[in-house]
């Protein structure tokens, strides 16, 4: 059943991203070069996200009329097809951030609704007791970090291949480490993943917001289903997706003290600075090395996750201040440099 999952989604999502041009022109989801964030060549699909989801959906469908016992298939059925419709929707209108919080807050309270087993009796922790919490704190625990954790794949969204990576990686994790539903499902979504990748990185799709917030939600989901089992350490989970989610914290607490809005897109995140340092293509590499090492590291030694965490944190921040450190003195030599040049000139003319 999960290599048929495999193979269908794969191939149907192979198929949608071959005819991506068609598609997008009939939901009108074509992302149009403006510069700054937007500097990609030509009009090209968003609809990466709509090849990955509109499969997997449908084998989620599938699955549920066959008589899967589950209730995770019904809960991300419901909750990933209405949540890929808000991306569509953002794609070609652009909702506003507080309406799309809102609405992910909603999703995820509905998916414990159709899913009451993903309340999970107790937090697991490789290095530290279970912590025990009662169902509405959990509840409201899970919602925030949905919501920041869907946002903050959303934000590091700016390089071709970079996120699609991420996922891949975390499908990655989920198929060898889960196991029931968790690991079926993650099964039929790493081969779309992986063909989007492959599409992604030659410019010829992006995922757009159905793609990040749709599968975002997705892993969010089946990262707080496998706390109820213990298969998977919280620790080793924050670590997977620590990367975008300390970029976001970072990003909005910069922007906060500067007195910016943090939910206006900017080029102050973390692929941006590796971008203007490395450039593009070598900034991906960087990225994505660090996310398959530290979750490679965290899932084979749960024990080292805290640490991990912390070596991660110290490092993102530290590169970024050290970079705008070494930027500002650039800004501050540079007016000395260019009044030092006409009296050079001058000492260096013939009297």
């Known amino acids: 059943m999960n290599d048929f999952a495999l193979a269908t989604t794969t191939a149907a999502t192979a198929l949608l991203c071959w005819f991506a041009r068609p598609i997008a022109d009939r939901l009108h ?8 964030r937007k500097a990609h060549a030509s009009p090209t699909p968003q609809t990466g996200g709509f090849a990955i989801l509109l499969p997997v959906v449908a084998w989620l469908f599938a699955a549920w009329l066959l008589g899967s016992a589950d209730p995770l298939y019904r809960a991300l059925l419901l909750c990933g097809a209405g949540l890929g419709i808000l991306g569509v929707m953002d794609d070609q209108s652009h909702l506003s951030a507080n309406g799309r919080l809102m609405l992910l807050a909603v999703f995820t309270l ?49 390089i071709d291949g970079l996120v699609p990576a991420a996922l891949l990686i975390w499908c990655a994790g989920f198929d060898l480490f889960a196991d029931g539903a968790v690991r079926a499902i993650s099964l039929a979504l790493t081969g779309p993943v ?9 410019g010829m799709v992006f995922l757009g917001d159905c793609g990040t917030f749709g599968i975002g939600f997705l892993m969010a989901v089946l990262a707080i289903a496998t706390l109820r089992t213990g298969r998977i350490a919280a ?23 500067r ?27 960087v990225y994505v090395v660090t996310i398959f090492s530290t979750s490679a ?11 991990i965490l912390l070596m991660l944190t110290a490092t993102c921040v530290g590169f970024v201040t050290a970079r705008r450190v070494l930027f500002e003195r650039m800004k501050l030599a540079a007016p000395q440099q260019r009044a030092a040049r006409p009296l050079a000139r001058s000492k260096a003319a013939p009297s």
């Open 259 to 285: 007195r910016r809005s943090p939910l206006k897109g900017g080029k102050d995140h973390f692929h941006h600075i590796l971008a203007d340092v490395f450039g593009r293509r070598r900034a991906f590499y």
């Open 235 to 257: 620790e080793t989970l924050l670590v997977w997706f620590a990367m975008p989610v300390i970029d976001c914290l970072r990003v909005i607490a910069a922007r906060l003290l």
């Open 194 to 202: 992986a063909v989007v990748l492959v599409f992604n990185l030659r």
């Open 110 to 158: 509905m998916a414990f609704a159709l899913d009451p087993r993903l309340i999970a009796p107790a937090i697991p922790w490789a290095s530290f007791p279970a912590t025990t919490l009662s169902a509405p704190l959990f509840m409201a625990g899970a919602v925030l970090a949905t919501a920041g954790f869907v946002s903050s794949v959303n934000m590091a969204d700016g």
């Open 29 to 36: 989801v074509f992302d149009y070069p403006r510069g700054g």
């Open 297 to 307: 590291l965290a899932a084979f030694f749960p024990r080292s996750s805290f640490y």
